[in-house]
């Protein structure tokens, strides 16, 4: 495809970044705009939403994907668009498609750097990745892993994580990543939920100069879930440093079953892109985890266009996102980096230890070009000052990128000026477990403001609708896609009603994702929180996040949570939670500071009824906070699944808060 000069961005007067036509023309979402001959990323846009399997098959060849066999048909929409079926007639095993090609045409390239957090440094070309993705291959299938069998992976992101997950990817097996702070309950329902064969863990891992003893918790786990025949074990601290059990007939150690393995690699069979290779589960208030299914011919291609088209990467970059396996961004990092042929930098343990300038030195020392950080990790090292950041020479990074959280103002501004010299453009990105990856982001082209999306990425239908399903402007609605994708799940593990209910149960062929957003009038989008999180004051409908940015503006405040508990007179009142910054003190006058600062920016019936000092709020390990546990918590109801939650003493503390007489308020402000 051919056509005229694209025409860049578009007239944002409050932008902070922009980009530069010369440089736009350069980039990949550039490239991919004269490929397609479009003149803008609107009018690409319309053309991907009236005719998703142009779009799709447009993006399959601009990212160069190694098929096996070229597909016949894009797009087969037949059975429902909830159970759209992609690339039939073709072959696509992601797994080979992310480590042969490039091991072939440039083996001595950089593929994975990880740094332990102990100091430890692994280092692997292309062709050295390949050679350990295909002797873990060849040691599975040996152990009797084959084809649609379930695999639990429990450990931290080590160089053999990636080597399991691409080597079960080999083997056209199904792989089920579990976070690695899991406790062994979390564990074993999601092993017993996909039936799981094996459980590939490590004896422990280092958080915080602590070893975490992982062979233990997988233990019982293990000793809970029937189905599972063997537990294979990566040596990661050794005996010195973690007393790991052994099952003699069940436990095996990894280095030594790849020592005996015998021959080249297993033959990489033909694959249906539609063949599931991972089923990842998201936690829910009630009832089991939903397990999400994904093809090879789904999410690791949306991954990889996601990251081409919005985050600009590409061969010769190196992408780090401070996640997890557990979490979406985890599998989205190793699938997305390795097919566009970029480096992949991984890192065990937290970003601030030793010393507040880990996270930044680690950028320095592998010469990140792409940092992801969730909101809430910046708010965490905002405290430590400027000075850790610019101890580094960080002229390696070329993009910042964000998800887990809506910012706020505040932190978006440091980590735009401080972490990226007011010259990178941050990519905000948000979506979910169930779509592969973001609805909303920015990208190298739109200008941004503050806490803003630039948009849809290329190919996804978003909308921002109101209760009957009608598209709003300037004020809070429901985000919605209203045309098929290549990334949507295809459906929950052994539950595809609930999948149907949950999504497409609302609008007749449209996806309901179940959070907030708004479009503003220069047409950038935000998201404003989970949907269950909405409180609704006398009839007005708000969003947590609103609120808490305005409580984070003043400055005795480190962060904050808003939450909507029962009010006879207003059907719901606001009731905030704050984390104080280490030079301030709770009392009465900041309690009225605080309030009034919300009513100002809100309005007067928004002003919060309560407002309580806490040391820390609920969290999932890459810091999510966790408001429906704060709710249920404050009011005294069952919590739900907690099985995701990092530090639970800070519920306990919330829970105090409401059991106290309300005329006694002594961390009350």
């Not at 999932?620 to 939650?645: C, F």
Request: net charge negative.
């Amino acid at each position: 495809m051919t056509g005229d000069w694209p025409r860049f961005g578009r007239d944002v007067p409050a932008a902070a970044w922009r980009s530069t036509p010369g440089v736009a023309g350069q980039n990949r979402l550039g490239r991919f705009l004269r490929y397609t001959g479009e003149r803008d990323l609107e009018s690409l846009q319309a053309h991907a939403e009236l005719d998703p399997a142009w779009f799709w098959g447009a993006a399959a060849d601009d990212l160069g994907l190694a098929w096996q066999r070229r597909p016949a048909q894009v797009l087969d929409s037949s059975g429902g668009v909830e159970w759209s079926r992609w690339w039939n007639g073709g072959a696509f095993n992601y797994a080979a498609a992310a480590v042969d090609p490039r091991a072939a045409a440039r083996p001595d390239a950089p593929a994975l750097s990880w740094e332990g957090e102990d100091g430890d440094v692994r280092r692997f070309t292309n062709a050295e990745l390949k050679a350990e993705v295909d002797r873990a291959a060849s040691m599975l299938a040996r152990l009797g892993v084959g084809p649609g069998d379930r695999v639990g992976i429990y450990m931290p992101l080590l160089p053999e994580t990636v080597f399991a997950v691409l080597a079960l990817g080999k083997l056209r097996a199904i792989y089920t990543p579990i976070f690695s702070g899991y406790a062994a309950p979390a564990v074993a329902s999601r092993l017993n939920d996909c039936t799981a064969r094996l459980l590939i863990t490590a004896d422990g891992a280092l958080r915080r100069g602590q070893a975490v003893n992982l062979k233990q918790t997988a233990d019982e786990a293990a000793d809970a879930a029937p189905s599972v025949e063997r537990v294979l074990v990566v040596r990661r601290l050794g005996a010195e440093r973690v007393s790991v059990g052994w099952r003699d007939g069940r436990d095996r150690w990894w280095d030594e079953e790849i020592g005996r393995s015998e021959g080249g690699p297993p033959e990489t069979p033909t694959t249906d892109p539609e063949t599931p290779y991972m089923i990842i589960y998201t936690s829910g208030t009630t009832g089991r985890p939903k397990g999400a299914v994904h093809v090879h011919g789904g999410f690791p291609i949306k991954g990889a266009q996601d990251l081409a088209h919005c985050f600009d990467l590409g061969p010769g970059d190196r992408l780090f996102w401070f996640t997890d396996l557990g979490w979406m961004m985890g599998p989205w990092a190793i699938s997305g980096a390795l097919l566009l042929g970029a480096a992949l930098v991984l890192y065990e343990g937290a970003p601030d230890h030793p010393g507040p300038d880990r996270l930044w030195s680690l950028v320095a020392r592998h010469g990140v070009t792409h940092l992801g950080l969730s909101p809430t990790v910046i708010r965490a090292l905002m405290p430590h000052g400027p000075d850790p950041v610019r101890g580094h020479d960080l002229s390696s990074l070329r993009v910042l990128g964000s998800t887990g959280e809506p910012w706020n103002p505040e932190s978006w501004r440091w980590f735009f000026e401080i972490a990226g010299g007011g010259r990178l453009p941050i990519i905000n990105y948000s979506g979910g477990t169930e779509t592969s990856g973001g609805l909303v982001s920015g990208n190298v082209l739109t200008p941004m403001k503050p806490c803003s999306f630039g948009g849809p990425p290329p190919g996804i239908a978003a909308d921002v609708v109101d209760d009957q399903g009608r598209p709003v402007r300037n004020q809070v609605g429901e985000l919605v896609v209203r045309a098929p994708w290549i990334g949507m799940t295809r459906g929950f593990w052994r539950d595809p009603e609930r999948y149907e209910d949950t999504y497409w149960s609302r609008f007749p062929d449209v996806w309901v994702h179940g959070d907030w957003a708004a479009i503003d009038e220069d047409g950038l989008w935000y998201i404003l929180g989970r949907s269950d999180d909405t409180i609704k004051i006398a009839g007005k409908r708000l969003g947590p996040a609103e609120v808490e940015s305005v409580l984070v503006e003043h400055p005795a405040v480190l962060e904050s949570a808003a939450i909507g508990v029962p009010d006879p007179a207003k059907g719901q009142a606001l009731v905030c939670f704050c984390v104080l910054r280490s030079t301030a003190a709770p009392d009465p006058a900041l309690a009225g500071e605080l309030k009034a600062l919300v009513a100002s920016r809100l309005g007067k019936p928004l002003r919060p009824e309560r407002i309580f000092v806490v040391a820390d709020l609920p969290k999932t390990r890459n810091a999510k906070v966790m408001r429906r546990v704060i709710r249920a918590a404050y009011l005294g109801e069952p919590p739900g699944d907690l099985s995701s939650l990092e530090n639970p003493q800070a519920v306990d503390e919330i829970r105090n808060t409401n059991s106290e007489p309300r005329t006694r308020t002594p961390n009350r402000t």
